[in-house]
């Protein structure tokens, strides 16, 4: 995907979320470290222009070790949160840049919970490449990119990248 088509696919998701939602009055985002936190900017970006109201963005950083990574623990270890703003009976759109196994999503669930209590939370991603361990989805998906576990998604977004793009690549 190059950055026109990344675009295009930010917007769709946009208008998914007001149209699922009825509009843009009861939600928030919460874009998870690092590529999701660009991502859920520009979807509120998008929001706001197309409903004219500044939509709530935070981000969530979880760190967490898994089983096939280290043997120091299973559960997620949640670092600091950037939520400047109440969650309580809010939908929160949780955004990331690809979805994969799961386990991300899942962590930074559990960080959500701890700030409080949403009324619902929705999960965007901008890639979707399978491989499932958890019961997780996107309420919203850019693209289903189906990969062999030896292939690996690169999303590149400023500001952590010089340009905008989507590449898969054989590892």
């Given amino acids: 995907m190059d950055d026109v088509t990344v ?7 946009s208008h998914e979320i007001l149209e699922k ?9 919460i874009g998870i470290q ?5 991502l859920a ?3 509120a970006d998008n929001i706001e222009k197309i409903e004219e109201k500044k939509v709530p963005v935070g981000s969530i950083d979880i760190t967490f070790y898994r089983d096939d990574l280290t043997n120091r ?3 997620p270890i949640m ?3 950037s939520i400047p703003f109440s969650i309580e009976n809010k939908v929160v759109i949780l955004v990331d840049d690809v979805v994969y196994t799961g386990r991300t ?3 930074a669930i559990d960080g959500l919970m701890q700030q409080g209590r949403p009324a619902a939370i929705q999960f965007a991603a901008l890639i979707d490449r399978g491989h499932r361990e958890l019961p997780i989805r996107g309420d919203y998906v850019g693209k289903n990119v189906p990969t062999s ?3 690996r998604i690169a999303v590149r977004i400023p500001p952590y990248d010089e340009t905008t793009s989507v590449e898969l690549y054989d590892i």
Avoid at 21 to 29: D, L, R, Y
């Fill in 149 to 151: 576990k030896n292939e």
């Fill in 79 to 81: 670092q600091e949160a």
């Fill in 41 to 43: 900017k520009i979807i």
């Fill in 73 to 75: 623990s299973r559960d």
């Fill in 105 to 107: 999503a899942r962590a």
């Fill in 7 to 13: 675009s295009r696919t930010l917007k769709r998701i």
């Fill in 34 to 38: 690092r590529r999701g936190i660009p």
């Fill in 21 to 29: 939602n009825n509009g843009a009055e009861n939600i928030c985002i």
